[in-house]
């Protein structure tokens, strides 16, 4: 769930319930009612009785992670799937050696178990040689008041490999500032080498039937020119004397 979907209900007092999990393995991780607000709005809980989740290296499927780094995130239990059906490379291939069904996510654990995703491995912006998650950028951006909807994705450079487009959805009878955006990203402490360097709006952001946007149908989009990203400056970094 969207940090700015959980907050808006418990500011009208509605204690949501935020979760993980996928089609190969079920619904595995929670939230729980009486967890800390700043978990029920950062995490998707702990793992339910039956199943573990651990975090395992990018580039090395066996290396398991300690709490607080960022890798990928896999699983195992009662309720994970035997296999693809009638696919044996693919279900071979979503495996560590050591029976952990590894989900493309991305996500770090604390020392108490509680899940947070940074995004997927295959949506990693890589500029000049340094990881960015969408998913960070498209959260904060979702915080600016006139912005509905939002997904950060690369655009090809030269020099540096790729860059970072944000696209946003306005909120109806809204316009979306690209200075007052980008201050918002810098005020809600984004990085300088996360910001965004390219911006462009659309009436509506496509979606897959999950409700989650179709970031390939952006690119393509991109691709063919029928979106056509600007480019943005950052704000300038201030110092205390």
């Given at each position: ?10 500011d009208v007092g509605v ?96 020392e108490e178990g509680y ?31 006139d912005v509905a909807k ?92």
């Amino acid at each position: 769930m969207p940090s700015v979907v959980a907050q808006g209900l418990l500011d009208v007092g509605v204690i949501p319930q935020s979760g993980y999990g996928m089609t190969e393995a079920g619904s595995h991780h929670y939230t729980r009612p009486d967890d800390a607000t700043e978990l029920v709005v950062g995490t998707s809980g702990r793992a339910c009785a039956g199943y573990e989740v651990a975090i395992f290296s990018r580039e090395d499927p066996e290396k398991q992670l300690p709490a607080g780094e960022v890798g990928q995130i896999g699983g195992r239990g009662a309720s994970l799937m035997l296999g693809y059906f009638d696919d044996q490379a693919s279900t071979e291939g979503s495996f560590n050696a050591s029976g952990w069904f590894l989900t493309g996510d991305l996500g770090w654990m604390d020392e108490e178990g509680y899940l947070r995703i940074t995004g997927r491995k295959k949506d990693v912006i890589i500029r000049g040689g340094h990881n960015i998650f969408p998913a960070k950028i498209e959260n904060l951006a979702m915080q600016h008041p006139d912005v509905a909807k939002a997904a950060a994705v690369p655009v090809p450079d030269e020099r540096l490999g790729e860059r970072v487009c944000l696209v946003v959805q306005p909120k109806p009878d809204r316009d979306v500032s690209s200075g007052d955006l980008l201050v918002h990203l810098a005020d809600a402490g984004l990085s300088k080498y996360d910001m965004p360097e390219y911006l462009a709006t659309v009436d509506d952001l496509p979606l897959m039937p999950s409700g989650k946007v179709l970031k390939r149908r952006l690119l393509e989009w991109i691709e063919e020119g029928r979106l056509s990203p600007r480019p943005v400056r950052s704000p300038p970094t201030t110092t205390s004397a």
